[in-house]
């Protein structure tokens, strides 16, 4: 049950996201909650990685490994939202003040 909250938390985090950039809200919402998952994959392949590279014969449940992953799916979403905020920010065109200036050229406005 702790894990479909959680979800949802991340799928709304990045729906508010997309929808104060105008941007497809539903898109990256889900594309959230998949980065989540795709962070936590990276660390279960990487735990079985430097398990079977360095013959450690861990008694390992379930439970455990998903415990370890759960930080390398938090920060995954971290950096997709990140990057996704810095790229629209810098993409993020101006409003021009005035409505008369609409649909002239810049060098006529003198911006």
């Given at each position: 049950?702790?894990?479909?909250?959680?979800?949802?938390?991340?799928?709304?985090?990045?729906?508010?996201?997309?929808?104060?950039?105008?941007?497809?809200?539903?898109?990256?919402?889900?594309?959230?909650?998949?980065?989540?998952?795709?962070?936590?994959?990276?660390?279960g392949?990487?735990?079985?990685l430097?398990?079977?590279?360095?013959?450690w014969?861990?008694?390992?449940?379930e439970?455990?490994?998903?415990?370890?992953?759960?930080?390398?799916g938090?920060?995954?979403?971290?950096?997709?939202?990140y990057?996704l905020?810095?790229?629209?920010?810098?993409?993020?065109?101006?409003?021009?003040?005035?409505?008369d200036?609409?649909g002239?050229?810049?060098?006529?406005?003198?911006?």
């Amino acid at each position: 049950m702790f894990g479909f909250i959680f979800i949802f938390f991340i799928g709304r985090f990045f729906y508010r996201l997309a929808e104060q950039y105008h941007q497809n809200k539903w898109l990256f919402g889900i594309l959230g909650v998949v980065m989540y998952y795709a962070g936590t994959l990276f660390a279960g392949v990487c735990i079985g990685l430097i398990m079977l590279i360095f013959d450690w014969d861990i008694d390992t449940n379930e439970g455990i490994i998903t415990l370890i992953a759960i930080p390398f799916g938090i920060g995954a979403c971290w950096l997709f939202h990140y990057l996704l905020e810095k790229h629209w920010k810098s993409k993020k065109v101006e409003p021009i003040e005035n409505i008369d200036d609409i649909g002239k050229d810049i060098d006529e406005i003198g911006v």
